[in-house]
Nanobody, 117 residues
Framework: HVQLVESGGGSVQVGGSLRLSCVAS????????MGWFRQIPDREREGVAG???????SYADSVKGRFTISKDTAKNTLNLQMNNLEPEDTGMYYC????????????WGQGTQVTVS
C-alpha cells in the first residue's frame, strides 16, 4: 500500500504563503483519490481539499480561492499551495489517500504543522 510523508509546514505571518508537499511511496499517486485535512486541538479534523484520480479538485468553503491542491505525478507527490493565510488556517495538516471507490481514506501521513500569526 502507499506510504505518505508530508513536509513544508512552518510559521508564517497573516497574508503569507506556504506550500505543503506529500511524497508517496509504494504506489503511484495517479491511482488514488487524495486529500488534505487539518486538525486543531480539541476540534474535529476537517477536510481542506481533495483531488480525484482524474484530477478534479474540491475545496472547503473556508479555503476556496486561497488554496490549490495538485498532483505531481513525475515526483509522485501531492501538493497544497496555500496563499493569503489566516490565523484560522493554523493546525496540523495531514495528507490522505485511498482508492476512489471507498468511502474513507485508509492511508495517512504523519502531519506537518502550520502556524499563522
Amino acid at each position: 500500500h502507499v506510504q505518505l510523508v508530508e513536509s513544508g509546514g512552518g510559521s508564517v505571518q497573516v497574508g503569507g504563503s506556504l506550500r505543503l508537499s506529500c511524497v508517496a511511496s509504494g504506489d503511484t499517486v495517479g491511482r488514488y483519490c487524495m486529500g488534505w485535512f487539518r486538525q486543531i486541538p480539541d476540534r474535529e479534523r476537517e477536510g481542506v481539499a481533495g483531488i480525484e484520480s482524474d484530477g478534479s479538485a474540491s475545496y472547503a468553503d473556508s479555503v476556496k480561492g486561497r488554496f490549490t491542491i495538485s498532483k505531481d505525478t513525475a515526483k509522485n507527490t501531492l501538493n497544497l499551495q496555500m496563499n493569503n493565510l489566516e490565523p484560522e488556517d493554523t493546525g496540523m495538516y495531514y495528507c490522505a489517500a485511498d482508492f476512489c471507490d471507498l468511502d474513507e481514506y485508509r492511508y495517512w501521513g504523519q502531519g506537518t504543522q502550520v502556524t499563522v500569526s
